[in-house]
């Protein structure tokens, strides 16, 4: 792969993350939708997970006793995860199912179903839970009511109750807002000229100070995407209290240990890499959403502005992609100020987020403090007057691009307005009054963006014109692709002319 990113041993499953306590059940029915596993697949899964240090346990799936003796050995392991893997038997009981494909996504039927049970012995009718089965399940929810008990008395006596709540209900710290205030005041003065994901990592060594909570980490990416700040120390076998976890080369699996993360609670997970890897993460960003849990991803390396690395990594499609999922805010910030919004933003909501950032320097574009956070609302006026003639929408890294065209456009008389979306999710759930205003009345209306129209066609309406990519991106100096490419001030201020 690309940048020496070799692909590590799974060992690391295993070994560097001591999952010790990591129990799988399988339940090794030999079935697929299609038929028997043998029709697409010979693996071996026991010599499998034995190669990559796992112990592995062999039962008879329907033996209870067998069951519990394998549970009780796993659960002693101190040096490995566990595999059961159970033998079973899909449909057990079914007179002519069983063990067939015919029970995986199908109703057994009423016959089938009526030999099931005749062949488990459940004569009870259906719906109907049998007093003995009750009673046991309900002395099984009371068993650990002391054991709760003495929990609440350990946490009541350590002092810590009112925190640890905090983190479980998902509440902020309190001083948080002030944190970032203040870091914001100091950005207006500073005015720093840098890469949206460096200003990242500088909101976030405000961020992980003001929240201990907070869960980092990226998949073999960390001097790139810059996920990492003093207080976010590695998580090693030997450091559990560390905040950055090294995924290697995971981003699936990133994702989807940031899913169990979140919905178990009391952490805040981020994690970082290529905006053009989220191909790899999608379905965990896709989880994410569905489930509406607040998991942040670092998305760098935002468009072609990565420069010679070439059209395998820049992202082309993908801002598009990632805004067609319900529930997941999708940020590119300009500049530092908005870089530190976005990430106010995403620390606050309960669902997840994605920051696109950019690999080149950024310059200021708000050199204003306030007390509003503007990205808030998706989209905003930065510059020019309510009246202009045109009107140019623009994010990330082109926010200065639409900037200059302005500029140019006001040099030959013609008024301009420039507007930032951070997010689009945002902008749309505005008031019809408020993405009016935005809108305008102009005469014509651009979008510049280093990715594909589709996202922008609500935004631009008929006859808008968009300045952005059009195909796959190339090889090259950043300025240069930016000129092969059209996407500049030039190009900008050509689409405004052309409809006035």
Not at 8 to 14: D, K, N, Q, V
Not at 37 to 51: G, L, M, P
Not at 123 to 145: C, H, K, V
Not at 162 to 186: N, V
């Amino acid at each position: 792969m690309p940048h020496g990113r070799h692909l590590p041993g799974s060992h690391l499953l295993a070994g560097h993350l001591k999952l010790n306590k990591l129990i799988v059940i399988w339940d090794n029915n030999n079935i697929t939708i299609d038929g028997k596993v043998s029709n697409a697949d010979s693996t071996d899964q026991i010599a499998r997970f034995k190669a990559v240090g796992w112990n592995t346990i062999e039962i008879d799936g329907h033996d209870q006793d067998a069951i519990e003796k394998a549970l009780n050995d796993a659960k002693a392991s101190t040096d490995k995860p566990t595999l059961i893997a159970a033998k079973t038997t899909i449909g057990f009981g079914a007179p002519k199912k069983a063990g067939t494909e015919k029970v995986h996504g199908a109703p057994l039927g009423s016959e089938e179903l009526a030999g099931a049970k005749a062949a488990l012995g459940i004569t009870y009718p259906a719906f109907e839970i049998p007093s003995a089965i009750l009673d046991t399940w309900r002395a099984a929810g009371t068993r650990s009511q002391n054991l709760r008990g003495e929990w609440e008395a350990r946490l009541a006596a350590n002092g810590k109750k009112d925190e640890f709540t905090r983190r479980i209900s998902g509440k902020l710290p309190a001083d948080f807002a002030q944190a970032m205030a203040d870091y914001k005041r100091k950005l207006a003065e500073d005015k720093p000229k840098v890469a949206s994901r460096k200003a990242s990592q500088m909101a976030l060594e405000v961020i992980n100070k003001a929240v201990p909570e907070t869960l980092a980490g990226s998949a073999d990416l960390t001097h790139s995407n810059l996920t990492n700040t003093p207080e976010t120390l590695p998580f090693q076998a030997d450091n559990r209290l560390g905040r950055y976890m090294m995924y290697g080369i995971r981003e699936h699996e990133m994702g989807a240990a940031m899913n169990g993360v979140a919905l178990h609670g009391g952490l805040i997970p981020y994690g970082g890499t290529f905006m053009v890897f989220t191909d790899y993460a999608r379905p965990a960003i896709r989880l994410s959403a569905l489930m509406e849990q607040r998991v942040i991803y670092v998305m760098t390396h935002d468009s072609i502005g990565l420069g010679e690395d070439g059209p395998t990594h820049q992202p082309v499609e993908h801002l598009t992609a990632l805004r067609a999922i319900p529930n997941l805010l999708v940020f590119r910030p300009a500049d530092a100020m908005e870089t530190a919004e976005c990430w106010e933003l995403a620390m606050q909501a309960q669902h997840p987020a994605i920051l696109a950032l950019s690999r080149q320097n950024l310059p200021a574009v708000r050199t204003e403090y306030s007390d509003e956070n503007k990205s808030a609302k998706g989209a905003y006026t930065l510059l020019g007057p309510a009246d202009a003639d045109a009107v140019i929408f623009a994010t990330g890294s082109e926010v200065a691009i639409a900037v200059e065209a302005q500029k140019q456009l006001s040099e030959q008389g013609v008024s301009a307005r420039v507007v930032s979306v951070p997010s689009m999710e945002l902008f749309a759930k505005q008031s019809d009054s408020y993405r009016a205003e935005v809108l305008g009345s102009a005469k014509a209306r651009v979008a510049v963006e280093a990715g594909i129209e589709m996202s922008w066609n609500k935004l631009l309406g008929d006859r808008g014109r968009f300045v952005g990519m059009h195909s796959f991106g190339a090889s090259g100096p950043i300025d240069a692709l930016y000129e092969h490419f059209g996407i500049t001030p030039k190009a900008v201020v050509e689409a405004v002319t052309a409809q006035l």
